[in-house]
């Protein structure tokens, strides 16, 4: 549905620091730079550091809104909360989960918002696959990022949403470049608190940051840089675009690469 007073779509993103881009590049903000000149007004609904239950937790707001098309875009955390026993204490007690995180609750905390989304709002509503884990095909974060995202695929399907293959664009962008990274995925917490240091009191670009890390798509392999980011804009505009909303075709290029 479109708004009927202002003509203008209403277009919420739902996610984590991924969508909030305090410590990523913004991906809202490259849809809107697409996107002006045209009736769309987005909605950046990401917190930091939030698994899909958290996500769930705050849906009132959302369906509040009464928005005209939705996209999800949750899930990195929940992935990589299962990649040790040290992540999954640390996002029990960070975001004060109820129980362990699993992929099998992953699913069931999707498959919620996705009915409450689909049952609640006349909204159109996709689920995108997660970005990458590190950035080396065959990787166990890399694995582990595809495992969360054929749920994210097969929820879709059962929920009647549409699906943005963002995990397939990435991992095809990756195997294609050939690129190996100087750093590996070990200590990815203390690679983004580097970054966001980089960032903030030396004024680096996530770009920068990217670049001397030798990453093609992420600056610590979970937060994106420009690269990263615009192929999540590309999922997205492409979804509006199909889904009878029309966008413009103006592609700012980041300055990565």
Not at 75 to 87: C, F, W
Not at 148 to 153: A, D, H, L, M, N
Not at 184 to 210: E, K, P, V
């Amino acid at each position: 549905m479109t708004t009927q007073h202002t003509g203008t779509t209403h277009v919420v993103c739902l996610g984590d620091s991924l969508t909030s881009a305090q410590v990523s590049v913004d991906y809202i903000k490259m849809l809107k730079e697409r996107t002006a000149g045209h009736p769309y007004a987005f909605t950046n609904a990401g917190v930091n550091g939030d698994l899909a239950y958290n996500a769930l937790q705050r849906l009132d707001p959302v369906v509040a809104q009464r928005p005209d098309v939705v996209i999800v875009l949750i899930g990195t955390n929940d992935a990589n909360a299962s990649l040790s026993e040290k992540n999954v204490r640390m996002y029990t007690k960070m975001k004060q989960l109820p129980r362990r995180p699993t992929i099998d609750w992953y699913r069931q905390n999707l498959t919620a918002i996705a009915h409450r989304l689909t049952e609640e709002t006349d909204a159109r509503v996709a689920l995108s696959s997660l970005p990458v884990l590190g950035e080396e095909p065959g990787s166990a974060p890399m694995l582990r990022a595809g495992e969360f995202s054929e749920v994210v695929k097969e929820t879709a399907a059962a929920c009647g949403t549409a699906y943005l293959p963002l995990y397939e664009r990435q991992t095809d962008h990756l195997r294609g470049c050939g690129r190996t990274p100087r750093i590996d995925f070990r200590d990815g917490r203390a690679l983004s608190s580097r970054a966001a240091m980089q960032h903030f009191m030396l004024r680096r670009s996530f770009d920068s940051i990217a670049r001397r890390r030798g990453l093609e798509l992420t600056t610590d392999f979970i937060h994106q840089n420009s690269r990263g980011a615009a192929m999540i804009a590309d999922v997205v505009e492409e979804f509006l675009r199909t889904a009878g909303h029309a966008t413009s075709t103006v592609r700012p290029r980041g300055e990565t690469g």
